[in-house]
């Protein structure tokens, strides 16, 4: 019989080794980053990220330029008569970061209340970015533990529907007890989209002989121009009247008056009006000072950006209470402390902003997806980039279109006003140069942070162990090119056990967790930051399946764990003081490497030799 002594390395061997079954699919099938989990965002853009925000201010305006004469690879608009106003915003560093206004010729010299130059305090309408500030108000307010509930347990109007004993017939009746609050905020509902149809469409169809298969002639609301919205009284006189679009959760079907019932379903669980409200839990606690429910005072006319007059461009049309789907007004300045506060999680828990920041459905167009009212799209790629998600919302009413787009894994956001007679179109094209010109440029300085805080060479001599870490623009998250135990590399145990050929190599990416706690070791200016890592064979195979897909990289995260611990966990220790990493533990090794000063070594592969497997006896 022979007695068997591991030492350390031929441990780590052992431990791999026993990893092989189940490493098949950790290492060779996740080719991929972990969604919303690149780098963190960057906080110091006045410094590190200078260079990527004065490239990305410059581009801006001479695309603005551009777009101005005809010339936007995105479209053209009716730049003579269609102003607009954009301000691009840091979370992280509390700071504008680029605004602009845009003036045109023909819209100052053709109005006649209003502003002449746009400002930063200057007041448009939002037009549907109401629905959004809806849904914040009432998660604030009421947080989201109703969002299951059906919509009739808080609108009694709705439960009396559902009570009737007449006739129910599903097409023809929406099926109010299957309508949860959470449907109407995600426009799952399955409801028709306006409180009352327009009597000018119906008198237009009827002067043609048009059958009135409806028979229903009588609407309390509405005019010539418009569907007017409904008081409550006459909503419910109305709207019932209107068929279902489709049976709860199948498919996103837009819907103003969802938001009037969400409204109503508010104003229930409180006891207080959605005005009220309104001002309580966002224009008082943030401090808005152009932010209106309705139609402001005649006195806020005059700061207005109003084309032609206050009735052609709809500035004085009371959306009564369809408000919270559309009728607020606000200013740049209020839209970034509204946009901040939200991504801050400044008035909700951040459990609850991570939950309200998810999608809620597909869509037909692969890159975009349904939120609560999220319109979420997917932002620019870029060589080596994790894939990214925009939080938006637009707006339309009248002579005025808006923008809000957040994108929380970068820190940043921006804003978009516009009036005038092409305002869709105008911010649909700002948009895509703001989005397509700052995510790459703010993604740059998110890499040149990075590598100030983390990139390096961390040792650990007592063991002759090290670990190199290197932010490179060409692959996502922090790369370990070089990684050894007791002079071994476990890049190489890693590939030999996972049979890989001569063409592959191990990629190891580390992604922060979002998990920070205090320093064990007492140190009170030290954090610790948890970061994962994926293992990955590249490169690996092409010509994937639906069912073979290379990218299940969230599939695999803690996957393979020995004694309680994954292999894929990472902790660095950080100075709270500069935010620069002073160490890093491979938790699975019970070890800490100090960073030394040495530059780290930007190879974009990990190395692969041979090495056989040592035991002693």
């Known amino acids: 019989m022979f007695g068997l002594v591991l030492p350390r390395q031929a441990l780590l061997a052992l431990a791999i080794t026993a990893f092989t079954s189940t490493a098949q699919a950790a290492l060779s099938s996740t080719p991929c980053p972990v969604i919303n989990a690149g780098l963190p965002a960057p906080s110091k853009l006045s410094t590190l990220g200078s260079d990527s925000i004065a490239a990305a201010i410059n581009s801006t305006q001479l695309q603005f330029l551009a777009a101005s004469n005809g010339l936007s690879p995105y479209g053209t608009y009716e730049a003579n008569t269609t102003a607009y106003a954009v301000e691009v915003f840091s979370v992280a560093a509390n700071e504008s970061l680029f605004t602009f206004s845009f003036n045109p010729p023909g819209l100052v010299d053709a109005h006649s209340v209003g502003v002449n130059n746009i400002a930063t305090d200057t007041v448009f309408r939002l037009g549907s970015v109401s629905k959004l500030w809806t849904t914040y108000i009432f998660l604030v307010a009421a947080g989201d533990r109703s969002w299951n509930d059906p919509i009739t347990e808080y609108v009694q109007e709705l439960a009396q529907l559902a009570a009737n004993p007449a006739d129910q017939g599903a097409v023809d009746h929406v099926d109010w007890e299957s309508v949860t609050v959470g449907s109407l905020a995600s426009q799952l509902g399955g409801i028709a989209r306006d409180a009352a149809m327009n009597p000018g ?7 043609f002989g048009l059958y009135n298969a409806g028979g229903f002639n009588h609407t309390t609301c509405g005019d010539e121009r418009m569907m007017i919205p409904c008081n409550r009284t006459a909503f419910f006189e109305d709207f019932p009247q209107q068929r279902p679009v489709f049976e ?7 819907s103003n008056a969802a938001f009037q019932i969400l409204a109503y379903a508010l104003e229930n669980i409180t006891g207080s009006a959605m005005s009220d409200l309104f001002d309580k839990h966002l224009v008082q606690p943030l401090n808005l000072t152009g932010t209106y429910y309705t139609v402001p005072p005649a006195n806020v006319t005059a700061n207005g950006m109003i084309p032609y007059n206050t009735t052609a461009s709809w500035w ?8 919270p789907a559309g009728g607020f007004f606000s200013t740049l300045d209020d839209m970034r402390k509204v946009s901040t506060a939200i991504l801050n999680s400044t008035q909700l828990s951040p459990v609850l902003t991570r939950r309200w920041l998810k999608p809620h459905s597909f869509v037909a167009d692969p890159r975009a997806a349904v939120g609560a009212p999220w319109e979420l799209m997917r932002a620019p790629d870029s060589p080596g980039a994790p894939v990214s998600w925009m939080y938006t919302k637009a707006g339309d009413l009248g002579m005025y279109s808006s923008m809000v787009a957040l994108i929380p894994e970068l820190g940043i956001g921006f804003n978009v006003l516009s009036a005038g007679t092409d305002t869709t179109n105008t911010v649909e094209i700002v948009s895509d140069i703001l989005a397509e010109t700052w995510v790459p440029q703010i993604r740059a300085a998110a890499l040149a942070e990075a590598s100030a805080a983390y990139a390096g060479v961390y040792a650990d001599a007592s063991t002759n162990s090290s670990i190199t870490v290197v932010a490179n623009s060409s692959l996502p998250g922090l790369s370990v090119t070089e990684w050894t135990y007791g002079g071994f590399s476990v890049l190489d145990l890693l590939g030999q056990f996972e049979g890989i050929d001569s063409t592959q190599y191990i990629a190891v990416n580390l992604y922060p967790s979002g998990l920070k706690q205090a320093s064990v070791s007492g140190n009170s200016s030290e954090v610790e930051v948890g970061w994962r890592a994926t293992f990955q064979a590249l490169p690996a ?77």
């Open 201 to 207: 469409l119906q008198s237009e169809l009827e002067s």
């Open 248 to 254: 709860s959760y199948v498919t996103p079907a837009y």
């Open 541 to 617: 195979a092409s010509n994937f399946g639906p069912f073979s897909s290379s990218c299940i990289a969230w599939e695999v995260v803690s996957q393979l764990v020995y004694g309680g611990v994954a292999l894929d966990e990472f902790l660095f220790t950080v100075d709270s003081s500069t935010g620069n990493a002073v160490s890093i533990s491979p938790r699975v090794l019970a070890q800490t490497q100090t960073r030394s000063n040495e530059a780290a070594k930007r190879s974009e592969t990990g190395r692969v030799g041979k090495m056989e497997r040592r035991w002693v006896a």
């Open 316 to 323: 004085n049309a009371n959306a009564l209470d369809e408000s």
